[in-house]
């Protein structure tokens, strides 16, 4: 019997006190029934298989932009370094946002519509990293195949990346 169960504490048949581990009673001898809770089943939020998709792409175009920085620049450049502390630091954000959005989808019971609004607000900063992480890529494979000294793009992305993660870190 759960702690829960406030009835069915004494014998129907003869009023006496029955305990929870009792299946008969002890003064009629007759069996106790009791309820069984049905089992709860848990419905799966609808944004969860959208949550992992994310989280899939997001893991593909880092190891991709990862690829790319350790085959483009030897490790003892600062280029190098600054290109895997970015991608190291999106990967922490990403994570952490991924684990909110999947407490928050874990809320998601029925036609709630701040939940939802809330849930759609955080797929869209998880899409916006794996925009910044493609844009990464981009830039990398166009420094790869034009070799130029122009540096300006690059910059460009790293400062839009890090207004990405500075903007995560306040919301």
Not at 25 to 36: A, T, V
Not at 64 to 71: C, G, H, M, S
Not at 141 to 147: A, C, D, E, K, R
Request: charged content about 30%; hydrophobic content about 35%.
């Amino acid at each position: 019997m759960a702690s829960e169960d406030n009835h069915n504490h004494f014998c129907i048949y003869c009023g006496a006190r029955i305990d929870a581990d009792q299946n008969f009673c002890s003064d009629c001898g007759k069996p106790i029934f009791r309820q069984k809770e049905p089992p709860v089943r848990k419905v799966p939020s609808k944004y969860i298989s959208k949550i992992d998709e994310l989280e899939q792409t997001y893991n593909i175009k880092q190891s991709k932009a990862k690829e790319l920085v350790e085959n483009q620049f030897d490790p003892d450049h600062m280029a190098y370094e600054r290109f895997m502390k970015s991608i190291n630091k999106s990967n922490n954000l990403f994570s952490i946002q991924v684990d909110i959005a999947r407490k928050m989808a874990d809320m998601d019971i029925g036609k709630n519509p701040f939940v939802e609004r809330e849930l759609g607000e955080k797929l869209n900063v998880l899409q916006t990293f794996i925009d910044k992480m493609e844009d990464l890529t981009n830039e990398l494979v166009i420094h790869l195949s034009s070799n130029k000294k122009d540096n300006e793009d690059i910059n460009n992305l790293f400062s839009d990346m890090d207004d990405l993660i500075d903007s995560v870190k306040d919301y």
